[in-house]
C-alpha cells in the first residue's frame, strides 16, 4: 500500500504547480458535440443537440420519429472496480499508470481534481499512512514553490454517500496574493480505496465545493 500512495503522490505536482502559479485564468468552456448519430431499429438519422428533431424513416414509409438528444450534464467515469460522476464542463486526461491507474479533471472553472485507485479496502492505518504520504507530498510541492501563508490543517473525518473519507485540508495565497485551497483526501468504500485531492480557487468556492460534493458523494463499486 504505501508504494501504491508514493507512486500516486509523484503525480501531485501535474496538478499543484499549474494551480498554484495561475491567478485569474479565463475558464475554458469544454467543447460540446453539436450533431449525433441516432439509430433507430438499424436506421442511422443525423440528430443535432439540444433540440427536437423529426427523423423521417426512408425504410419504413410514412414513419416520422420526433426525437431529442442531448448531453446529460452529469458524465460518469470508471477506474478500476469503482464508477464517479463528475459534471460535463470537464476535461478528463488519464493519470498514473496501469498499476495505479487515475484520472485528472480539470473544471472551466479552473479547479483540479487527481484522482487515483490505490486498491481495495483499506483499514485504519493503511489508511492514515496514505493520506500523510499524500497530504506531505502537497505540502512540500508548494514549499518548493515558496507561496505565503502556507498552512496544514489536522486530519479530519467526513462520511460520504459511498465512502467514508479522512482528508486534509491545505491553504496558501500565490504570488498574485489570491487564496488557494486543496483538499487531500483518502476515501474507503466496501470494495475500494481512492486518492482525491482537489485545487481551487478561494474565490470561486461557492460554485466550486457543490461540484466537489457531488462527485466525491458518487463514489461507489462498479456495477
Known sequence: MPRRAQTFATALAAVLLPAAAFAA???QRAAMPVVYELIINGESFAVEGDGVTKCRSKDRAGVVYEVAVRVAPTQRLRLGNVVFDYDRQTKVEPAGNAEQPGFKLTHE???TLLVGLLGDRFEAKDRDEALSILSDSAAATYKELKVAGLT???PHERKFA???GRGVVIRYRDPQDF??????Y????PQFTMSCVAEYLD???????PLLQRTLESFRPAP
Open 25 to 27: 485564468a479565463p475558464p
Open 109 to 111: 472553472l479552473g479547479f
Open 152 to 154: 496544514v490543517g489536522q
Open 162 to 164: 459511498g465512502a467514508a
Open 179 to 184: 487564496g488557494h485551497t486543496a483538499l487531500v
Open 186 to 189: 483518502v476515501l474507503v468504500g
Open 203 to 209: 474565490r470561486d468556492s461557492d460554485d466550486v465545493l
